[in-house]
């Protein structure tokens, strides 16, 4: 077909060994672009818990898919002349590549790896590699589109990138009423639905906004930094005490009504933030994207790290294979919506099993409580199963009319008891309830003795305050950011940059003070504080606020 189209156009037919040589290229390019296909159809089946299961498999699907990116690029004019490669199936590689390094991130917990998965998504969006699909399969390629358009916005969430998420919401309700006119209604009716769904859980997060000097709003990240994570006292690391480290999270949110965009509720959006470090607060460094460094040698586009989104052809990608020794590694943790008990089970039996020699596992449940009227024993021992109830994870009611459930009339089969957290004493534990039934939680004892804190949210709360259960749990966004919570306490909707630094000072020099008393508390013995000093918000405004 090329050699006829250049005796056309007036140019001498291609050699038999350039078509040959064409034909093998394309070849090899099929060949890769098959398997790269195929490897990441796999990822679904390998298992979402646990270290080592996965990690050689996504080695072979990063080393495919660098080998793909690279043949596309050094031999583009041949794939756009002989294959005929369009801009839309760059596009859905460079997607792809984007979901590797988000899938990524949450197996491993590392943001850098979110910013990697960020940059892909963005600049898919500045070429325009989605802007024109082509006549075949024309639906089928808008709604791959709009799935990237839902995942770019999950990534922008994940790093509060609120301007962004903005301009996407524009552009995702325009794809979705131009693809309505092909589409079936009621598929027209559930992109409709995630698009409310972004909206409402942006509108709720933005519990306060913070004016600049020019009038403009300012984002502010919660996340860890050198300013609310304070460092171990010499004395503590002298005296030849244990310094223990959060190693694995489990954050489980199951809270009736509570807004959510995808699988994760605002309670578990908040939370994660508490116990990621900050990428901008890099040991003092500050940079939008951090990258010559990045983990596994992986190097972004030199058109992003000179601050804009352009051109990415002369990305290397490689496969992250771990992190440089310079960089600081994030807990590993878990993010599980409504899980069935025996989905529970098995992943706190995962992160035990990783935990290292000076791990601690740390739980978070945010779920409605059950409470039960039968008889209650004296011994705190005997009352951990069914007679002090406990926190149901997974109701089973997502299909129906959304009604508040009624109380269980009969011992539902995924409420987790106090009971069912003693296997899990025998490492040390940090435990987390928000719930109205979390005084069920405050007889739990270390059988095995194991250290193990917990920190209860209190069961009633002011009217005003539990009708804004639907955006947040008070408890949790006073762990999140004490003075944001403050600030919504006291009605405030937005406040001065200026106002707020002095607020946030005050803050911290009272977190300060009150992790100092805690390492005098000689009772609590060489546990608490360490741990604490990696997330000391969450025990001191826990405290307060109880």
């Known amino acids: 077909m090329a050699s006829v189209e250049r005796l056309l156009e007036g140019e001498a037919p291609a050699l038999p060994e350039t078509i040959e040589a064409d034909k093998l290229l394309v070849s090899e390019f099929c060949h890769l672009y098959e398997k790269s296909k195929q490897l990441f159809n796999g990822l679904r089946d390998l298992p979402q818990y646990g270290h080592k299961q996965w990690q050689t498999y996504f080695g072979r699907t990063f080393d495919v898919y660098t080998k793909l990116w690279k043949f596309q690029r050094d031999h583009r004019s041949t794939l756009d002349e002989v294959y005929g490669l369009k801009r839309w199936q760059i596009g859905e590689i460079a997607s792809k590549i984007g979901q590797l390094y988000y899938h990524y991130y949450l197996r491993t917990s590392d943001i850098y790896y979110l910013q990697e998965s960020y940059s892909f998504f963005s600049a898919i969006r500045s070429r325009e590699y989605f802007a024109r699909p082509s006549k075949d399969n024309r639906s089928e390629q808008v709604v791959k589109k709009l799935r990237y358009y839902a995942r770019y916005i999950i990534v922008c969430l994940l790093l509060k990138r609120v301007s962004v998420i903005r301009e996407l919401l524009k552009e995702f309700s325009r794809q979705i009423n131009e693809y309505a006119i092909t589409c079936p209604l009621e598929e027209h009716m559930e992109w409709n639905a995630i698009v409310q769904e972004i909206r409402e859980f942006v509108e709720a997060d933005n519990i306060c906004t913070i004016i600049s000097a020019d009038s403009n709003p300012v984002v502010i990240n919660s996340r860890l930094s050198q300013v609310n994570c304070f460092p171990a006292e010499k004395s503590l690391t002298d005296s030849g005490v244990k310094q223990l480290q959060l190693a694995e999270i489990l954050i489980i949110g199951n809270t009736f009504d509570q807004i959510r965009f995808s699988e994760i509720t605002l309670d578990m959006f908040r939370m994660l933030q508490c116990v990621e470090r900050d990428p901008q607060d890099n040991f003092g460094k500050t940079a939008d994207f951090p990258h010559s460094n990045a983990p596994g040698g992986v190097r972004r586009p030199k058109s992003l790290e000179n601050g804009g989104v352009g051109d990415f052809d002369d990305l290397q990608l490689n496969a992250p294979l771990g992190l440089q020794p310079n960089q600081c590694n994030n807990p590993h943790k878990y993010l599980l919506y409504k899980p069935s008990f025996s989905q529970f089970n098995t992943f706190m039996a995962a992160g035990l099993k990783d935990l290292p020699s000076d791990g601690v596992l740390l739980l978070y449940l945010s779920a409605d409580g059950m409470k039960c009227s039968t008889k209650t024993h004296n011994d705190p021992y005997l009352a951990s199963g069914y007679d002090v109830g406990g926190v149901v994870t997974n109701s089973q009611r997502d299909h129906g009319p959304v009604t508040k459930p009624k109380k269980p009339s009969n011992r539902e089969p995924h409420c987790i008891h106090p009971g069912d957290l003693y296997p899990y004493t025998r490492r040390p534990l940090f435990l987390i309830v928000d719930s109205d039934n979390s005084s069920a939680f405050k007889h739990v004892h270390s059988l095995f003795g194991q250290p193990l804190v917990a920190l209860l949210s209190p ?88």
């Not at 919570?485 to 009272?510: D, M, P």
């Open 459 to 546: 069961e009633t709360v002011p009217e005003g305050v539990a009708s804004q259960r639907r955006k947040g749990s008070m408890f949790t966004l006073f762990l999140h950011c004490p003075l944001t919570a403050y600030l919504h306490i006291c009605g405030l909707s937005s406040i001065s940059l200026k106002t707020w630094e002095r607020g946030q000072s005050i803050v911290n020099s009272f977190m300060g003070e009150c992790y100092r008393i805690l390492l005098r508390a000689r009772h609590l013995g060489g546990f608490f504080c360490p741990v604490v000093s990696q997330v000391v918000h969450l025990g001191v405004v826990a405290v307060a606020w109880n």
